[in-house]
């Protein structure tokens, strides 16, 4: 197993400077090797750890060659993409924050989806935890935001003047030609008969849920402990 080298000052001066020996040739290296796969150009100075010892690659007249096309542009492209190393550091670290960001939402909406499929299969709301009823309830209210907005857009490529039944019929044409989101599938289905309400609902991350029976759930069941 290779341990992973600690990005610190090295205190031993032997071990430092046999490491700057061996840094700076593979440096050189994959420096010219990146020159000749991209046919870009580039150069290198290196300030070594003795006074004297200054290396210059490719050579100085290349390297005074370029630093003056690059004093030649304008400042703004001269700054483009230009990190130091707290810069990068701060990149990395909103990086990171990122994906730890999407995970812990992934983690979220799996453990809402587990819910879901819970409350399919019969489980009394009341066996469930409070704090794990109230993360539901926002997530629904949330996925249920969704759903609307995607109806509203829905219903703009619906023809003024068009019945209720030609709107149903033209939602549903149109439904093909809008991007889905990938957890909400179908749609809100109403009625103004109760009864019927009462079986309607909506497709929510792969699970069919019934208006009806989470609200006869929640009258009946409760959440207290």
């Known amino acids: 197993m290779n341990n ?44 070594g750890p003795e006074k004297d010892e200054l290396v210059v690659w490719p050579s100085r007249p290349v390297v005074q060659e370029l630093l003056e096309k690059f004093l030649r542009l304008p400042l703004a492209d001269q700054c483009r993409k230009m990190l130091d190393q707290k810069a990068y550091l701060k990149e ?19 453990k809402m989806k587990d819910i879901l499929h819970k409350i399919q299969e019969g489980k009394p709301l009341s066996e469930f935890e409070t704090s794990d009823l109230i993360d539901f309830i926002l997530f629904l209210e949330e996925k249920m935001l969704e759903i609307q907005e995607r109806v509203e857009l829905l219903e703009q490529h619906v023809p003024q003047g068009a019945g209720e039944k030609e709107k149903g019929k033209e939602i549903e044409n149109n439904a093909v030609n809008i991007p889905r989101n990938e957890n909400i599938t179908g749609g809100i289905c109403s009625s103004n008969n109760m009864g019927e309400n009462e079986k309607s609902g909506f497709r929510l991350m792969g699970v069919d849920i019934k208006v009806g029976h989470l609200l006869h759930e929640g009258n009946n069941g409760g959440t207290q402990k």
């Open 92 to 110: 990395r670290a909103a990086k990171i924050e990122e994906q730890i960001r999407k995970a812990k939402k992934k983690n979220h909406d799996m």
């Open 4 to 47: 992973k080298l600690k990005t610190a000052w090295i205190e031993d001066d032997k071990s430092r400077k046999a490491c700057y020996r061996k840094r700076k040739i593979c440096l050189l290296k994959k420096l010219n090797e990146l020159t000749i796969l991209c046919d870009v150009s580039a150069f290198l100075i290196i300030y």
